[in-house]
């Protein structure tokens, strides 16, 4: 793992529950529903981004981590939903009950609307540390509504519904492209972007991390789909052979494995070749996209 | 109805849908499902109380209606995951197939979440238009602020866990009032707050109209209570006697029905005597929280 991304790893970690509610004891199952989710761990993939994203634009990191911490929650409710018995119906992630096994259905779903109404209440809040500085005011509305942006209708969300009622259905590569850039490429754009802005970046440096996260996103699911055809569950932490048990519209199952190898590469090089003129100081994100195209291999 | 209120309805029907994200073909689902819960009608009392409370400040309520759209996108959230089968399990709302009888509970659950998220991106949208105007920026992130708080797990989410968690349960004086304030009362403060912010309220009336609005969210859930009993199910758009079949920790159930009425008529009493100063510029809210104690007479 690249040194960047350990460091911001730990201070991702070390403030993950930071902007958590505070507790009350009434609801004190609410608390530990979404806390179980959210140290479930993982590779804080889109939070590490913010960071990335922020220094890279000349901000400081700290500035960055309500952000990140936000865009976790966000990430991780979309998670819990999705593992829910009425969408995908999982047992396990990242080796661990789902959390409608531990919590059961009821506090899953109202685990998952906590995360996502706590990200935008911890944004929110950030923005009073700031209300007396009208240039870093802009800068924190405009990461949110990135962020916003990422993960609703028109992103995310709109990839989930396509990929739900595209499920055992004869795919189209457009379709598939929809799914692709909406379901996981939004989210991990809207990272880049948030923390770009909180850093301050100015628009070739916006510009540039938007293409190169189109390029990210695509290949992270391309390779997360191969890896469920030739990944190892234990490794894994999940089950593999679930996309074609359930008939999900994926890269391999259009065009086969060895496209999806090809096509991996081409966005890696893509990817790389966005953030060339940045030389070394893109290091953490050629790095990123490097490492990520390895893991099939 | 008060000539106001009636205003503000109209108003807000207009606008309701304006928030919706661009139509997208391919998640038109999506955009069908949210649709089918928010045109389902309803008092829409929380939106126009962003409104009046907009209006009561000394605003142009043209400037609430983002916000006021916003919180009955939140309200709408919650009822559509309230009623899915793994919480109450509800068939109707509002005389109408609930959203999950109609588009399935993959469906339901993401046109939830698809509400949330288009709330905090509809109102961050709004600061980009008052981008160059700090001090109206800074209303709406007070106003959005007081919105997620009152959706969030110290407001609306801790009392539907509570409420959940109480079900069938032998309940106490302490339990019911913290599930009223806030499963209930939380959003409606929120309104009532957001409007006042945007309006430009100062300190005085922003407390004045908590305080209303906690004594108008306490009445508004016990009326609820009370009709549950002694309702018409046909008039109220859903089924009666579902608290008790439910276990249902309500004032009633706790106090009687005697002394749920009378517990109205202190409440009505209370947010009257804290709206007297405004004389006739609190009309609005006076007729307001009579009507409601009406409903159960």
Known sequence: MNADYKRYLELVEMHMVDILPDVDSKSLTLYESMKYSLVAGG??????????????????????????????????YSLIHDDLPCMDDDDY?????????????????????????????????????HFDNEKELKKRIRAMYDIAKGAGCSGMLAGQVADVENEGKPGSPEMLDYIHINKTAAMIIAALRAGAHIGGADDKVLADLTSYGEDLGLAFQIVDDILDIV??????????GMDEKRGKLTYPSIYGLDASYKRVDELTEHALSVMAPYYDNAEFFNDLVQELASRTK
Chains 1, 2 share one sequence.
Do not use: S, W
């Open 43 to 76: 590779k804080r993939l889109r939070p590490c981004l913010v960071m990335a994203a922020c220094e890279f634009a000349g901000g400081n990191i700290q500035t960055a981590l309500p952000y990140a911490c936000a865009i976790e929650y966000v990430h991780t």
């Open 93 to 129: 992630r990242r080796g661990r009950l789902t959390n409608h096994k531990v919590y059961g259905e009821d506090m899953a779903t109202l685990a998952g609307d906590g995360l996502l109404t706590t990200a935008f209440e911890a944004m929110t809040k950030d923005m009073f540390l």
């Open 231 to 240: 990944g190892d569950a234990k490794e894994l932490g999940k089950e593999t």
